[in-house]
């Protein structure tokens, strides 16, 4: 085994063994991990998938999309801001979006999901989370919470996307805790309103404990696994 896959292997194993101790220490179930692989090379993705990984997130379209080419075998997830221009683009190669903050983006991955169908580039809908702005600041994305609802909507009523629960990153300024049960709780309350599971997407490298302490499903962890971003 290379050093670099033995890094990566003890690395997940870490990460993996600390999301259960630290859900079973506040009697939650272990959420799903997402590893986020951006400015990562294909190779080190390559890598995680000989070890076992199945799903991986990126957060910019162009550099997701050329991986996806390159390693059909992983599923990957966009979980970074999309402008509406890009949405075709994602709608080809992602498994799910975790950063759907209005109804322009929602529409226009709709549209793009069905040119994608028609054109053979994918089977499936597309699940969709929608991302909250915890402080109202749309700059880093995120719809505010007045608008929400209308989102959802827009959501619901596409044709080829699968509303599947909401997103946050809490500001650097704010009580993480706090702002992850809100959201758990906004989940909750959604998953009851239209009778089936949503899920939280939720936490992380710096702040997962507190996301797995208020009940996330999905933890995106980069650092912890992957380490520190290549220079250059």
Known sequence: ????????????AATKEHISAIAAEHDRPSPQLLVVTKFHPAEDIALLAELGV??????REQEARAKAQKLDQLR????????????????????SV????????????DRGVSLAKERGQRESNLPIFIQVSADGDTSRGGAVREELDEVIEAAEAAEHLEFAGLMVVPPLDADAQEVFSTVRADVDRLSERLGRQLKLSAGMSADMDAAIAAGTDIVRVGTSIMGKRPVG
């Open 54 to 59: 199945e799903d991986v997130a990126e957060n």
């Open 98 to 109: 975790h950063s759907v903050d209005s109804v322009k983006l929602a529409n226009a991955l």
């Open 76 to 95: 990957f997830h966009m979980i970074g801001q999309i402008q509406t221009k890009k949405a075709n683009h994602v709608a080809r190669w992602a498994a």
């Open 1 to 12: 085994m290379s050093n670099r896959k033995q890094e990566l292997a003890d690395n997940l």
